[in-house]
């Protein structure tokens, strides 16, 4: 595709339900990143994927949050449980590291909102 | 700990005049790179500049530039010729480490008066 896509663009949840939001980074980008951003804030680190290997999730703010990419490109950031303070937007972004590896590219976002 | 600063929550500039955005920042890093982001009512974050530490050299893109100074970690962002659409939050980042991961600032909102 021609940039990163994320879906759902919005999502409402209740409070104690599990989400899934989906990120699709640009085709043959070796990193990918996700980050969260709440309202009227910079967005903050989530978690960080090289390929299929989840090498940095110290952003992660609870073990409600778990993040995969199974083949080293779709990846899915699951919400377990989720509460209020989830409410946020979630931003995917993705580089490609052999090829001007500091540029991230950013999807659209979810805008998660939890009732 | 990487930390970034933007004192300006907003900023307001007349069409075709100059406006400057501040940004400073903090790392113990000596490999790092430092960027402007434009983020839209869309929300879909754009690119505007990069800097890499390394380079003395002020980075420009046609109507942006980024006045760097590295011994003061200070890293401005100069837009000449303001036009409508450059409205938007403006966010500085740097990065530094193994995995590049951003650290960001709060953000400016940037006005554009006609």
């Known amino acids: 595709g021609a940039g990163v896509s994320q879906s759902p663009r919005y999502k409402v949840a209740k409070r104690g339900q599990d989400v899934a939001l989906r990120c699709d980074p640009i085709s043959g980008h070796v990193s990918l990143f996700w980050y969260q951003q709440a309202l009227g804030q910079g967005p903050e680190f989530l978690t960080y994927?090289?390929?299929?290997?989840?090498?940095?999730k110290s952003g992660l703010p609870s073990d409600r949050f778990f993040a995969e990419r199974p083949e080293g490109s779709v990846s899915t950031l699951k919400i377990q449980r989720t509460q209020q303070e989830d409410s946020a937007v979630y931003l995917c972004?993705?580089?490609?590291?052999?090829?001007?590896?500091?540029?991230?590219?950013f999807g659209p976002g979810t805008r998660l909102t939890v009732l | 700990a990487q930390t970034v600063t933007q004192s300006q929550p907003e900023m307001s500039v007349q069409e075709a005049e100059t406006v400057t955005l501040s940004c400073t920042y903090d790392?113990?890093?000596?490999?790092?790179?430092l960027f402007w982001y434009k983020q839209p009512p869309s929300r879909q974050m754009i690119l505007v500049i990069r800097q890499e530490a390394y380079k003395q050299q002020n980075a420009t893109e046609n109507r942006f530039s980024v006045n760097f100074q590295k011994a003061a970690k200070s890293f401005s962002l100069k837009i000449s010729d303001s036009q409508l659409g450059d409205a938007a939050m403006y966010f500085c980042a740097s990065n530094a480490g193994n995995n590049r991961k951003l650290i960001w600032g709060l953000g400016t909102s940037l006005g554009v008066n006609p």
């Open positions: 790392t113990s890093e000596s490999d790092y790179y």
């Open positions: 972004a993705s580089s490609n590291r052999d090829r001007d590896y500091n540029e991230q590219f």
């Open positions: 994927f090289q390929n299929e290997a989840q090498l940095d």
